[in-house]
């Protein structure tokens, strides 16, 4: 996956790419990326890049000719052309899984100041936003996508990892665990520790359940249960430990850690 980026601070993305996962991920050759300073492009005498907008009113907006100019000069028609901006469509996973299975080129408008002349909005396909809020620009919204994209391309982490991760399958992710058994008077559930894969599968799937209908209703109420989720549901309402359970505790009690 190649990713350009039109922005008027490139500097912004320096320790981004140069850090961990996206580190690796260019260095292996799975994604690539091109800055481009939309200053590079300016015609204007003065170098400007942003004028007073025309009528009056607050701040400062980006000119149309050196982002339309640097568009043009670094994309061709396979690319896919986004322009960030709080007006446009919610980002979420199922965007990122389709960017990350459709696409080979994504160019990203970054956006700083009070926004664009309305008159570049035409030349991209898509205008994207990461949420309901103002950010100074677009650049931390690109660093979003970007990570969230580039992590989905084959080869930049486990695919194991994001098989089973939040959103993937519409619940979100069962509760992890890690050593120590007791911290802090909280001990990490017994069944994980019994060996039963089986066993451990269908109690982290209750309680990827039982979160997502606790924490995300808007999610849960989406959700098309199966015939097993309810009946995994209604052990949890009745808040009683399931024969099931029961049987995988006992046979697994040799490898049950009770304390540290
Ligand atoms: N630029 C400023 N705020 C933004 C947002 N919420 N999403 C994308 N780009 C932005």
């Keep these: 996956m190649k990713f350009i980026i039109l922005t008027l601070f490139p500097e912004m993305f320096t320790s981004f790419f140069e850090a961990s996962i996206l580190k690796r991920a260019i260095g292996t050759g799975k994604i690539e990326v091109k800055l481009v300073n939309i200053r590079d492009y300016t015609k204007d005498k003065y170098n400007r890049v942003d004028t007073a907008p025309i009528g009056g009113g607050a701040g400062l907006i ?7 100019d640097a568009l043009k000069d670094n994309s061709t028609s396979s690319t896919y052309k986004i322009v960030l901006s709080p007006r446009g469509n919610t980002f979420n996973q199922a ?42 620009g677009g650049e931390p ?59 451990i599968e269908k109690w982290r799937k209750k309680q990827a359940l039982a979160l997502t209908r606790e924490l995300r209703k808007d999610m849960f109420d989406k959700y098309e249960l199966s015939k097993s989720d309810i009946k995994l549901l209604r052990e949890l309402d009745v808040e009683e430990t399931p024969k099931w359970e029961k049987d995988a505790l006992e046979k697994g009690k040799k490898f049950i850690k009770k304390e540290d």
């Design 141 to 199: 919204a690109a660093m979003s996508i970007i990570d969230s994209v580039s992590r989905l391309i084959p080869g930049v982490i486990s695919e194991e990892s994001t098989e089973e991760e939040s959103f993937n399958n519409g619940l979100l992710e069962y509760p992890q665990y890690t050593e120590p058994y007791n911290f802090e008077g909280e001990k990490v559930p017994d069944i994980l520790y019994s060996g039963n894969h089986t066993a």
């Design 62 to 68: 980006m000119k149309a000719q050196p982002i339309i």
């Design 95 to 136: 965007k990122s899984i389709k960017y990350a299975s459709n696409l080979n080129e994504i160019l990203i408008l970054c956006g700083h100041y009070e926004g664009f002349d309305e008159r570049i909005y035409k030349y991209f396909d898509e205008v994207v936003s990461i949420g309901d809020y103002i950010l100074t």
